[in-house]
């Protein structure tokens, strides 16, 4: 069986979906299409811990799914601008288990990710799928997958 690890890039799908569709990222089908017929070593998501409750629950919702959810404290600067990105630490995770998984399934537009999925596909020759909203995408990320699959209807509700 084919084995998979998933890292999803939690802000940058809400805040694109959200931007393209005015709809909310459907976990539950993302879940059953990317995992179909493989065999998950990780799946985690990436997010900002603001506190609140109903982040919580969304929380907890991943977690019901199947997903490790991982949290950083969503930190105000003083200048009133915010900080709180993964992008080292989804890297950093990667890498780790590109080495141990036969595709890496990455959920983000951010081009920053073109390099991992460059390095992942050359050093460990594993298929790396970029999921992401076409229109908010980094072409260099698109091209640096082994397969770009659009955030479309299929995978959106509300």
Not at 5 to 16: G, L, R
Not at 37 to 43: K, S
Not at 56 to 65: D, H, K, M
């Amino acid at each position: 069986m084919t084995s998979v690890a998933i890292f999803v890039d939690t802000q940058n799908v809400y805040y694109t979906v959200r931007e393209a569709y005015g709809k909310h990222f459907d976990y539950r089908r993302f879940w059953a299409k990317a995992t179909a017929n493989r065999e998950v070593l990780v799946a985690r998501c990436y997010a900002i811990d603001k506190g609140d409750a109903r982040q919580r629950e969304f929380q907890n919702i991943l977690r019901s799914i199947g997903f490790e959810v991982r949290l950083k404290p969503f930190i105000q600067r003083m200048d009133g601008s915010a900080k709180g990105d993964w992008d080292v630490g989804i890297t950093l995770d990667a890498i780790e288990f590109a080495a141990k998984a036969d595709v890496v399934v990455l959920v983000s537009g951010d081009g920053d990710f073109d390099l991992l999925a460059q390095k992942i596909r050359e050093v460990h020759g594993k298929r790396v799928e970029v999921y992401g909203v076409a229109q908010l995408t980094a072409a260099s990320l698109r091209n640096a997958a082994s397969q770009f699959i659009p955030i479309e209807s299929d995978l959106l509700f509300g």
